[in-house]
């Protein structure tokens, strides 16, 4: 059997396409290449240029027979964007994932597996949030991911397809092979930013906001590591194919530090003290977001090996090197 990745281009679908190869999986990627690159997917894997939203080439390659899983990944993720702009996100996030969904049932796919969010939560009351806590988005990007969490849960009880949704807190890191990594020259996340800071890819750092009722004033997130995260995705996979019932989980370690606490480590691993600009607050950004993580250790026997900030921060510095030397010898 065979298991279709939707986004696997991009960081977190790429380093699926990786764990499923090396896991001797038969793999097929889609996609749109709009953030994603084409060098990411090894010649092991077959690769589909094209769009999840396109029901024509999603039931060509799911009328094949050979795929029993879809990991849906391909999604639009900038939380400020799907502010200004959140009519992109219901569209890419939300009514494209209804069309993918529709193609899987009609075409008997019996396990989904869902790249969720802990935006999903919006504000929690307190941290560590559970999967139990109320949902309560206070962004576009979470409300159009929790949307598709509702589509997984009524195609569920009305058709033969069991879903597993992972509610990512604030992805990492990269593969400690070198193989891959973050690698979009855009990209807005903390971790990212802030090593192309230390390696002089970027002018400095801007702090969004350092009066929330956190510890030090900064957002608190729950850094975790993307090998550690897929790993989720490989026993979700795993149960699923051995009968398991539909499930969410979070996934993130259960602790949290602060945008502050994660500059001062990055700093002190690269050795750069870059300029970092205290800033006002960003749109959508809540307060604190930590996992409580028992579900997805206990349900599915989740063991992490990166949680360890340090180390996630050298992996995403290796990377950011390798990248940026990758870059140029291609120019
Ligand atoms: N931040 C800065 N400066 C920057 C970039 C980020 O201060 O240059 C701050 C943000 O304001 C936020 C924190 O760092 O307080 C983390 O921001 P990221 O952009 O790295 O990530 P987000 O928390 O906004 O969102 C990420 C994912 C979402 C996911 C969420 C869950 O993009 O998909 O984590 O915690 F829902």
């Known amino acids: 059997m065979a298991v279709l990745v939707t986004g696997g281009a991009g960081y977190i679908g790429g380093h699926m396409v990786l764990a499923l190869l090396d896991a001797g999986e038969k793999v097929v990627v889609l ?15 077959e690769f589909i240029l094209g769009d999840f939203g396109d029901a024509a080439l999603i039931d060509s390659i799911l009328a094949r027979g050979d795929i029993d899983a879809i990991a849906h990944f391909a999604a639009k993720i900038v939380v400020p964007e799907s502010v200004t702009n959140p009519l992109l996100y219901y569209e890419n996030n939300t009514a494209k994932a209804r069309i993918l969904l529709e193609s899987a049932v009609r075409n008997h796919v019996p396990h989904f597996i869902f790249s969720s969010t802990a935006a999903v939560y919006g504000e929690p009351a307190s941290n560590p949030i559970f999967e139990t806590d109320a949902l309560a988005p206070i962004n576009p990007y979470g409300r159009s991911k929790l949307m598709v969490e509702w589509m997984l849960q009524d195609v569920a009880k009305a058709h ?110 690269s050795g750069v003290d870059f300029e970092v600009r205290i800033g006002a607050r960003r749109a959508g950004d809540p307060a604190a977001l930590v996992a409580g993580a028992d579900r997805v250790r206990d349900t599915l026997g989740w063991l992490p090996k990166f949680a360890d900030l340090a180390t996630i921060v050298r992996q995403a510095l290796d990377w950011e090197r390798r990248l940026h030397n990758l870059t140029l010898g291609r120019s």
């Open 31 to 45: 996609d749109d290449l709009s953030t994603g690159f084409r060098w990411a997917t090894p010649e092991a894997a």
């Open 160 to 269: 033969p397809l069991r879903f597993v949704a992972l509610r990512y807190f604030n992805v990492a890191g990269a593969d400690p092979k070198g193989r891959l990594g973050q690698s979009t020259p855009q990209a807005t996340h903390l971790i990212k930013v802030a090593v192309q800071a230390a390696l002089g890819h970027r002018d400095g750092l801007d702090v969004f906001g350092v009066d929330y009722p956190t510890r030090d004033g900064s957002c608190v997130r729950d850094y975790i590591q993307v090998t550690d995260l897929i790993e989720a995705h490989l026993l979700a996979l795993r149960h699923l194919r051995k009968g398991g019932d539909s499930l969410t989980c979070n996934c993130g370690y259960g602790r949290g530090f602060s945008v502050l606490e994660v500059v001062e480590v990055v700093k002190h691993i």
